[in-house]
């Protein structure tokens, strides 16, 4: 399967600016997800881009898409306590019929 | 809109007996829905993939006699553990995806964690 990369770690004070950074490796994926898994939950849904679009801004998300480089970001502005968790971004593989999933950036938030 | 329940949402069992997880899509139809295994620190690995009315497909490396799962409707899938042993012990997720959304996305059950004694 296709791999996706990721950064592990993420620290930063809360009010900041948080950029969660992801490689990807299929150019024809017409979709990119991002995904918060807090600590004993599952997976949500935070967001997700069009491969024709470069940016999309969703109230404190913004997702950064450079299709050249394959590289896509997440930036949450204003971070709080409460985005401490881990985000994985996905793309899918095999025809749709599933995602490959990144090993996940945790994001600590200190106050 | 797009909820995935679990239950239950942690079991303890003995080694040697059988767990059923159940994974049910509530307010949306799932054609297919998938079944994860995350180790702690780690990322979901992708266990099988069921789809309504017919056999799960397995990923290299799953024991399918092992874990058995049944998709008989479209918003229900159970995966059980058999004979489970403390290796099997893990936190178990389920996905689904809206047979009518456009994309890949899926949406996630909050997990099972499974303690095998």
């Known amino acids: 399967g296709e791999d996706v990369e990721q950064s592990l770690f993420l620290s930063v004070r809360e009010g900041d600016s948080s950029v969660i950074n992801c490689t990807y490796t299929?150019?024809?994926?017409?979709?990119l997800y991002w995904y918060k898994q807090e600590p004993g939950a599952g997976l949500q849904l935070l967001t997700y881009?069009?491969?024709?679009?470069d940016m999309k801004q969703d109230q404190r998300l913004t997702v950064l898409l450079n299709k050249k480089d394959k590289h896509l970001s997440l930036r949450i502005a204003d971070t709080q306590t409460g985005d401490s968790a881990i985000y994985f971004c996905a793309e899918p593989y095999s025809g749709y019929s599933t995602l490959t999933f990144g090993k996940g950036t945790m994001l600590l938030v200190s106050p | 809109g797009a909820v995935v329940s679990q239950h239950p949402s942690w079991v303890i069992c003995k080694s040697g007996t059988s767990v059923k997880i159940e994974c049910r899509s509530l307010d949306f139809q799932a054609t297919t829905m998938f079944w994860y295994r995350q180790f702690p620190k780690q990322s979901l690995m992708l266990m099988a993939t069921?789809?309504?009315?017919?056999?799960?497909?397995?990923e290299q490396g799953v024991e399918k006699d092992k874990f058995l799962i049944n998709h008989a409707s479209l918003t229900l899938s159970t995966l059980t553990v058999t004979s489970a042993h403390p290796e099997d012990s893990s936190f178990y997720i389920c996905?689904?995806?809206?047979?009518?959304?456009?994309?890949?996305?899926?949406?996630f059950g909050p997990g099972t964690r499974l303690t095998v004694t």
């Open positions: 299929d150019s024809s994926s017409t979709y």
């Open positions: 996905s689904a995806r809206d047979r009518l959304a456009g994309g890949a996305e899926q949406y």
């Open positions: 881009i069009f491969s024709n679009m």
């Open positions: 069921s789809n309504e009315g017919s056999k799960a497909t397995y």
